[in-house]
């Protein structure tokens, strides 16, 4: 079944596999998200989407059933506040390393009481409807990314914060945190420990955990231990994936390497 509020399904326990969409593309993006993803996330971040790309994608990926989120390139209010008026359904956060950033994200995203985020939902009074505001704070979903040594461990702090619904992990940026080389499938003892030990503490307090995963097989074990969701690689990535693996299977079954006109 589509999910149709992200807190209503973690809460009652579902899991959820998340689309990465990085190409500034609505083709793609509708591609991705016609291929089955309980959610949609698109990159502003280390993708190479702008925010009218993100507009544009947005607008497409709402047209199919999951709910889709921006991973914001900062900590900053101004695009914080301009992808919810876009209508994105909530936030995930790069680099929240202390309590201090997780409040200053609140801040940026809850109107007020809780937080001081500038009432003009353009596109969000569209999609939502103009009883938005009132809703708005209980509905969107704010997720604050750990990715360092620091953020790990001021973990519970973070968490602690009113107005953060959860976390996001990014293992390369963690591991390279950590000493290690970043992947998107971690083997290091230090850095398994660090990614069991965020979920564990963040479920303990009955907050939401995510992660970005590098396979499908890591995606099956993050979910077991406890994540709700779990980002599959990007776009690009499956892209290149798909595209080397059929190529390799054409040179494979030919005598020569087949060349192109």
């Not at 970005?212 to 499956?238: E, K, W």
């Amino acid at each position: 079944m589509p999910i149709t509020d992200l807190h209503a399904h973690f809460a009652c326990g579902g899991k959820a596999v998340n689309g990465w969409c990085a190409i500034p593309s609505a083709v793609t993006a509708e591609i991705m998200g016609r291929q089955g993803f309980d959610l949609m996330t698109v990159d502003l971040q280390h993708g190479l989407i702008d925010y009218q790309m993100a507009l544009t994608m947005v607008q497409v990926l709402q047209g199919l059933p999951a709910p889709v989120l921006a991973r914001v390139p900062w900590n900053e209010p101004g695009i914080v506040m301009k992808c919810l008026d876009a209508g994105f359904s909530g936030v995930i956060c790069p680099m929240v390393n202390t309590a201090e950033d997780a409040r200053r994200l609140v801040q940026s995203t809850r109107y007020a009481p809780l937080g001081s985020r500038s009432f003009g939902p353009t596109r969000a009074n569209m999609v939502y409807g103009t009883g938005y505001a009132k809703a708005a704070n209980a509905k969107i979903m704010v997720l604050a990314m750990i990715e360092t040594r620091e953020a790990l461990d001021n973990l519970d702090s973070i968490l602690a914060v009113n107005g953060i619904d959860g976390v996001y992990v990014g293992p390369s940026d963690l591991g390279m945190s950590l000493g290690h080389e970043p992947t998107l499938e971690p083997t290091v003892l230090e850095v398994l420990q660090a990614i069991s030990t965020i979920a564990i503490r963040t479920k303990a307090v009955g907050k939401i955990a995510g992660i970005h995963t590098g396979s499908p097989s890591m995606i099956r074990q993050m979910l077991a231990q406890g994540y709700d969701f779990a980002s599959l690689l990007t776009d690009v990535r499956l892209l290149i994936s798909a595209v080397a693996a059929q190529l390799a299977d054409v040179h494979q079954a030919t005598d020569e390497v087949v060349k192109g006109y």
